[in-house]
């Protein structure tokens, strides 16, 4: 057996980025490189809908001649990427985790691929994505649910929907991955694959091009092996300075008494304790806040977004595909065809006040602190029963459904390392909207305090 070429980003973008100017490495090598792991670890993984081998070397080598003509296209120039079949790519077709034709709904390649191409990103190929993106446990019957890399002998759940580029990301598949956030479907993966996720704010970036969940919550965002990468990509895409890390010492960060903190798992209590220690001997303020508008989500979520899903693929499309759709995803959906517009706009006028109110609950702190997910990556067969599965369904978004609601930018930041337990857990920062940067330099600050999580063991999956 052919040896796995090592992660050629292991050591981060930058990292790579320097080596690639110094001619030590090149687009093309990396390129081979993660086409090579992906053919001898994705057969198990199941990360990947569509590689796309033949342009992604095409690519990488006309980066490699405009570098070496002088020409140099930023942080982000050479590295390759996957991204979230939710989005149009140029010569592919889009499927959206279903069986049914949604191509006409997502059009033609948007704003956002453009803007890869154009930093010099390569893309390797699209990863599967829970169907519509409407789950957020990873597990999708119509096209495949990934397998969290965390551990090779039991399938368990990799958090969806951007279920596929989290497990690409985690398993060194790509050098980082996009995905969308609509009630968590960054942070949640990134929780329960170990990986850093950013939130950003809706109308940070433009969704043509992507397939339409929900307007109202839709946003765009990258899995990355540290918020360090994150912090590369973000400037990379926005062509603003690379963010550096915050000063600890003075920080003042809001703790959500109640809510946030409830079901959680041992582990993941006990990972959030140590991080808040660690937090508060670092000179951070932790300050007790009520922020009950939080539960909110659970009557809100549930009205908009399948409304939403269905005003998208139309009642006929929807009830003639039914049979086709992911059981849950079509059970949940199919509330859409029976909610009235009273309903559907109390609800999108309710979110506006929301928003407000969120602002005032954030009024001298520099962010909302807590577990990203209550619970611990399942086994993807505790979920068969459907009880159990709406169960863990609903307990994976408590926390990041909020951010939603609220408008607000956030991150997740592995912390397993900082507990007794082996399975990936995450520390969610919440900011106010359109503060991705502020959000990225106090993760950058608590990336450095915490320490580097180890990564997954692949060997159970050569």
């Known amino acids: 057996m052919t040896a796995l070429p090592p992660d050629p980003l292991a050591h981060g973008i930058a990292a790579y980025g320097r080596d690639l100017r110094a001619g030590k490495t090149t687009a093309e090598a990396a390129t081979r490189a993660y086409l090579d792991r992906i053919k001898a670890l994705d057969p198990k993984l199941g990360a ?27 942080p982000l120039m050479g590295v390759p990427v996957a991204v979230k079949d939710l989005f149009a790519i140029e010569g592919t077709k889009a ?19 453009r803007m890869l191409r154009r930093a010099g990103c390569i ?13 957020a446990t990873g597990i999708s019957k119509p096209r495949g649910t990934p397998w969290n890399p965390w551990d090779a002998k039991v399938a368990r759940l ?24 609509t009630g968590g479907s960054v942070r949640i993966p990134a929780a329960l694959c170990g990986l850093f996720g950013l939130k950003t704010t809706v109308g940070l970036w433009a969704t043509d091009g992507v397939f339409p969940l929900s307007p109202t919550f839709d946003t765009i965002g990258p899995l990355t092996k540290s918020a360090a990468d994150a912090a590369q990509v973000f400037a990379g895409l926005t ?52 922020v009950p508008e939080a539960a909110e989500r659970a009557k809100i979520f549930p009205v908009v977004l399948p409304v939403e899903l269905v005003a998208a693929l139309g009642r006929k499309r929807f009830k003639a595909g039914r049979r086709k759709m992911d059981p849950v995803v079509g059970s949940r959906a199919e509330s859409g065809l029976t909610v009235g517009a009273p309903e559907y706009l109390h609800a999108i006028w309710r979110t506006r006040d929301l928003e407000k109110i969120a602002e005032q609950r954030m009024a001298g702190l520099d962010g909302w602190i807590t577990p990203t997910s209550p619970i611990l990556p399942a086994p ?12 863990y369904a609903r307990l994976v978004t408590q926390n990041t459904q909020p951010g939603n609601l609220f408008r607000q930018s956030g991150t997740s930041t592995p912390i397993q390392h900082l507990g007794d337990g082996d399975l990936p857990i995450g520390l969610q920062l919440l900011c106010p909207g359109f503060a991705e940067e502020r959000a990225l330099s106090i993760a950058l600050a608590m990336e450095e305090l915490f320490g580097t999580p180890p990564a997954p063991n692949l060997k159970g999956f050569v």
């Open 95 to 113: 499927f959206a985790g279903t069986k049914l034709d949604v191509a006409d709904l997502i059009g033609g390649e948007g704003s956002f691929v």
């Open 123 to 135: 893309i390797l190929g699209k990863t599967k994505t829970v169907e519509f993106a409407l789950g």
């Open 239 to 290: 062509g603003r300075p690379v963010v550096q890390a915050a000063p600890l010492d003075g920080l003042r960060l809001g703790r959500p008494v109640g809510y946030f903190f409830d079901n959680l798992e041992k582990p993941v209590a006990q990972a959030t304790k140590k991080a808040l220690e660690k937090l508060a001997k670092a000179g951070a303020s932790i300050v007790d806040i009520e």
């Open 48 to 74: 990947f809908q569509l590689v796309m081998g033949k342009q992604a070397i095409t690519a990488a080598k006309a980066i490699d001649r405009l570098l070496a003509a002088g020409t140099d296209l930023g």
């Open 158 to 181: 990799p958090g969806g929907s951007s279920s596929g580029s989290a497990v690409a990301t985690a398993a060194g598949l790509c050098g980082f991955a996009i995905g969308s956030d």
């Open 380 to 391: 993807v067969a505790d979920l068969e029963d459907p009880e159990v599965g709406g169960k």
